[in-house]
């Protein structure tokens, strides 16, 4: 018989390739009592691939390789508890798997016991423990965590306020290529709460709204429009708003007023005004104030374009 780690190892190089040769890997190794095998026959059960889909025999698998102390398999049934996979949701059941996971030191529970920490999810909210979380979960590289741990450190929820740590954590987890971390960054600099300035406040920008992320991409436009750590170019910022126009109504505010104005495009009233009164539909507070005002000002040559 081959060695059972080897096996598994094997098995799953192959999953893509020959996933019915894999699960006959998997199923070799868990006859021969490896955790390893029996996890991944579940994984396999569960997505059907190699063998026929089977989400309740996926469970007990999980549960016989969780009993066995496979970390893997106790984070996976937490998930299920979780919700996923259409699973019956329990969430004491979900947080006590979470939380045996997380005490064998498998690092992607660390998260998901933060979180039910902080929310109370299927126990009581204790926010000093999810920052403990969080804070381990940082260290062991995951990014996301560093932003959490950064805005709770910044806020004083679990913790006496630090912002010097808060920073921190924000910039490494910038670095790491959370956008909403890079977006922060952006703020600090600009506030000169973090070292860099304008320009460094730009760059954060730019990177977070290059990674798609929409208020970045909000936050750079106003940055172009205005010349801020960057020379002004109303052009890139007509383009900037434009883009996500359709997903934040104060960008399709600022297209609309652009046009309306002939700002960095071609003057157009009637369809400047056109999409100011989307935007002040769609709520933006600032694109409804300057339709009122049009209106108040227009003339009766200018009636025409009241947007209807």
């Not at 490896?34 to 063998?51: C, I, L």
């Not at 969780?66 to 979780?82: F, I, N, Q, T, V």
């Not at 406040?201 to 798609?212: E, F, K, P, Q, V």
């Amino acid at each position: 018989m081959s060695d059972p780690e080897e096996l598994c190892a094997r098995a799953a190089e192959m999953v893509g390739e020959d996933p019915e040769s894999a699960y006959g890997m998997f199923q070799e190794a868990a006859s021969a009592g490896h955790p390893n095998g029996v996890f991944g026959m579940a994984e396999m059960k569960m997505s059907g691939r190699g063998t026929e889909r089977d989400p309740e025999g996926a469970e007990r698998l999980y549960e016989v390789a969780a009993d066995a102390g496979h970390p893997p398999s106790m984070y996976r049934l937490g998930m299920l508890w979780a919700g996923a996979m259409e699973h019956p949701e329990d969430p004491s059941r979900a947080a006590d798997w979470f939380r045996r996971a997380a005490d064998a030191g498998f690092p992607p529970a660390y998260p998901e016991i933060a979180g039910i920490l902080l929310y109370g999810y299927g126990t009581d909210a204790d926010p000093t423990g999810a920052l403990g979380w969080y804070r381990r979960a940082a260290d062991a590289g995951d990014s996301l965590s560093m932003f959490k741990a950064g805005y709770m450190l910044s806020e004083g929820i679990g913790c006496e306020r630090d912002d010097a740590e808060a920073i921190r954590m924000f910039r490494m987890s910038a670095a790491s290529g959370v956008p909403e971390a890079m977006l922060k960054m952006s703020e600090l600099c600009s506030s000169g709460k973090a070292d860099g300035g304008k320009a460094a406040a730009y760059n954060w920008c730019r990177s977070a709204a290059d990674a798609g992320f929409v208020p970045a991409r909000m936050r750079l436009a106003t940055m172009l429009y205005q010349g801020e750590g960057v020379t002004r170019d109303l052009s890139a910022a007509f383009g900037m708003y434009q883009s996500i126009m359709d997903e934040d109504p104060d960008a399709m505010f600022m297209v609309g007023r652009m046009m309306f104005e002939g700002l960095g495009t071609d003057k157009d009233e009637v369809k400047g005004f056109e999409l100011l009164s989307r935007a002040a539909a769609a709520g933006s507070q600032i694109a409804l104030q300057l339709v009122q005002d049009i209106r108040r000002r227009q003339n009766s040559q200018l009636i025409r374009i009241d947007g209807t």
